[in-house]
């Protein structure tokens, strides 16, 4: 597992480098780098942390994604998951964080 960061896209939070459990995340310049992406756990938490939708997951084809990605965009309350395939098409859903421990 891995994740692409967007340098364009980051705008130098600090989140995502907070939320690593490996600390594989750090700041350079003003934006998230990850030096070292083999190392990744695939926990997805930076992801899921990013409210500029700067980090890609990729979903390799173990986990049924044939190489696609996962991004999630924050707004408000509202996590709007969307995969990329490789194809070019898209699948996005949108869930409502207050209701993360609900089930």
Not at 72 to 80: A, D, I, N, S, T
Not at 94 to 101: A, F, G, M, P, Y
Request: with cysteine; hydrophobic share 30%; charged share 20%.
């Amino acid at each position: 597992m891995s994740i692409k960061i967007s340098a364009q896209q980051c705008i130098g939070c600090g989140q995502c480098a907070e939320v690593c459990p490996g600390s594989l995340i750090v700041l350079r310049d003003s934006k998230a780098a990850i030096p070292r992406p083999e190392r990744c756990w695939g926990c997805a938490s930076c992801v899921k942390e990013c409210p500029a939708g700067a980090i890609l997951f990729y979903l390799g084809t173990d986990m049924g994604g044939q190489g696609g990605t996962l991004s999630v965009r924050r707004e408000r309350h509202l996590l709007h998951w969307t995969v990329s395939k490789p194809d070019g098409g898209r699948v996005s859903i949108t869930l409502d964080s207050r209701d993360s421990n609900k089930y």
